[in-house]
């Protein structure tokens, strides 16, 4: 079984500060980890994923995670952001490369203060 | 740039009637195209990932069952019914390219469906 935890729903930040959301991920083998945001009326879009290698990956907009195996983490960062970073965050994780199921998880909602 | 089409976008659903939503593949073609649904503020969750034109899997779930359809190379198509009385639910699809990025999955905008 897989699963993934987002223990924040919902994240407020002035604009220009800092921002961390957090993922906690459950697998036994080698997660597909990805980070997928979704503006409102529209579908989610991909901001970066993770396979393997260095374990800081970079994404669009000034994202990145950071992939943590001990601790079964994929937490998303960014070092400033803009009131357009307002949205919902997902998590996520497929068990392989190919695979067509994504385990999501509940999201968080991000409101940036101007 | 990848487009998912979806329609409706959204819509009022008596109790007791069936949906058909539709997604529609607009400058590409995926050869797996899945459908995801989600109930207010619960996780987004997988339902079928259909291959070829023809596919069809149903399912049912607690507070809806699901039909669907993979019409075209370029079509997925998806009924809901039986669904309960006031539930909110978010469905949307998506295609995962095969190749380098077969790992990404695109997804459409979504179809929000309130039951009375």
């Known amino acids: 079984a897989q699963s993934v935890t987002q223990p924040d729903a919902r994240v407020t930040v002035s604009e220009g500060a800092s921002l961390q959301l957090r993922c906690k991920y459950s697998y036994s083998g080698t997660p597909y980890l990805f980070w997928y945001v979704q503006y409102p009326r529209q579908g989610l879009q991909l901001l970066l994923k993770y396979y393997s290698g260095d374990p800081v990956v970079q994404g669009v907009n000034g994202f990145e995670a950071e992939f943590s195996k001990s601790n079964s983490s994929f937490h998303l960062r960014k070092a400033s952001v803009h009131w357009s970073d307002s949205a919902v965050y997902f998590c996520?994780?497929?068990?392989?490369?190919?695979?067509?199921?994504?385990?999501f998880g509940i999201g968080t909602r991000v409101l940036v203060r101007p | 740039v990848t487009l998912l089409e979806q329609n409706p976008r959204w819509r009022l659903v008596p109790r007791g009637q069936a949906v058909n939503l539709r997604c529609i593949l607009k400058n590409s073609q995926y050869p797996w195209m899945s459908w995801y649904q989600q109930d207010l503020q619960k996780q987004l969750q997988w339902l079928f990932t259909l291959r070829s034109p023809g596919d069809k899997e149903v399912k049912s779930l607690p507070g809806a069952d699901y039909l669907a359809t993979r019409v075209t190379d370029t079509e997925l198509r998806l009924q809901v019914a039986n669904m309960s009385q006031g539930r909110t639910l978010y469905c949307t699809c998506s295609g995962r390219d095969w190749g380098v990025n077969q790992d990404t999955q695109y997804f459409g905008p979504g179809t929000r469906l309130l039951v009375l």
């Open positions: 996520a994780l497929s068990g392989n490369s190919a695979g067509n199921k994504l385990t």
